[in-house]
């Protein structure tokens, strides 16, 4: 019989420290050495079905670039085809499966997750993206779980709301998926937004066709197995490695494409954007295109700034994983006052941090990704190194002969617009422009204006005037704006993530509004007595 369905109680899931004593960290470190000491295959997982095409690729430890952790099978067309074909013949009985019964499959991951998983998760985040224990912990266990729970909450109160009805009639609202399938699109940097990208369309009836960062495999494999002994059928989640291009070139003008949720670079999503426009004609409904492209950090200081609580989000929002994350502080506007105050403390701070492999977990810093982006970042660097605009003061390019390390490195300019001042770099480069204390105004300004991004800021003072001008005069600079706080560190269902301009569509994942994107509602008026006659009251 039909019944009221109460999820569980949510909240956000505890975050372990793995202080030294602590046998959870005695567990995690001999994951990382069980799992350093295997090769794995990882194939393209179709249907329910794994599909190996020989086509190779080796997933490394950024940090120790020789060792090997697995192989890859990337897809071509036909995988990519097969993929697509099998996620649009499972959607009509996952969409008919009762929403509780889709829900109960990622509460039971997320319950994996958060036990007998744990370890897994973290130590392939650790060995294959160099996340510290920390890092790993707060992203691939916590926040993946949080994604899990809190989207199921999220998912229930969307389908509770209905409309009123008026006498003789009864009105519902049916909360339908699109219709087709959707493409996930995921990044390296976060596990848990790999996680979410292809989970949360698929909770709200959708199916999936899932292609992963080549460099997050080994993260993206074990979180597909969570999800298979979870209870997901198959066909709903289809995970193909693959190149970007051909990956584009095959799914998006299937006129079966009902939409892309995206994470990567804003060039990839501006080209992702522009394929599907020039194929409208094709689709069968208007493709739902939710990304989120990347980021130009700021911290903007005033006078009455706290320089202690300024220098430490300063360090911690540049240089947390490397300052790999779209959230990372990249730019800093500090009165020359306050950064007299704070430059040579933030100096001593910075020069003791420890660079190194996870597995050593006295290091805060660990490796960048890859060789591209190690050449990209040390060629910013080498930029600022030659500008007569610009002073390296701590840091500089690094040495990739064993990891891609890069030491945490500070540009100060006299120069607001410099190019480490506008550009994403998504690396381990923090610049700071100290501005006048008498022009907070026009600081303010080349802050709003000063990158094509909107997605994180942070503002310092002490002042509840200043704050209320900073908040409103950078409105549009953010979607996550914050306080006296690092621009870093969104947690689901407190912070809800994501930004404008040039940093994506704002579609706010950790919140209900992400899965409204993946409904298409129906509205249903029942009358209970249909009239029999044409005419109206006001003929006679």
Known sequence: MDRYIQTPPIANEHVNDYAPGDPKRESLQQALKSMAAEVIEIPCFINGKEVRTGNTVDVVMPHDHAHVLAKVHEGGQQELTAAADAAVAAQHDWQQMPWEARAAIFLKAAELIAGPWRDRLNASTMLGQSKNAYQAEIDAACEFIDFLRFNVEFYRGIVEQQPMSGGGV??????????????????????????????????????????????????????????????????????????????????????????????????????????????????????????????????????????????????????EYQGQKCSAASRAYIPHSLWAQIKSAMLDDIASIKVGDVRDFSNFVNAVIDQRSFDKINGFIAHAEKSSDAQVLCGGQGNGSEGYFIPPTVVETTDPGFRTMCEEIFGPVLTVYPYPDNAIDEALTQCDGGSAYGLTGAIFSQDRASINRMTQRLRHAAGNFYINDKPTGAVVGQQPFGGGRASGTNDKAGSALNLYRWMSPRTIKETMVPPTDYRYPFLG
Request: proline share 7%; charged share 15%.
């Open 170 to 319: 009864w009105n519902s609202t049916d909360w339908r998926p699109l219709e087709g399938f959707v493409l996930a699109i995921t990044p390296f940097n976060f596990t848990a937004i790999a996680g979410n990208l292809p989970t949360a369309p698929a909770l709200c009836g959708n199916t999936v066709v899932w292609k992963p960062s080549s460099t997050q495999m080994l993260s993206a494999w074990y979180t597909l197995q969570v999800l298979r002994e979870a209870g997901l059928p198959d066909g709903v989640i289809n995970m193909v490695p693959a190149d970007g291009p051909v990956a584009g070139a095959a799914l998006l003008p299937r006129p079966d494409l009902a939409g892309v949720h995206f994470t990567g670079s804003t060039a990839t999503f501006h080209h992702i954007y522009a394929e599907i426009g020039q194929n409208i004609q094709r689709y069968q409904s208007y493709p739902r295109l939710v990304g989120e492209t990347g980021g130009k950090d700021f911290i903007f200081a005033d006078q009455t700034a706290d320089a202690d609580a300024v220098r430490t989000a300063l360090v911690r929002g540049a240089f």
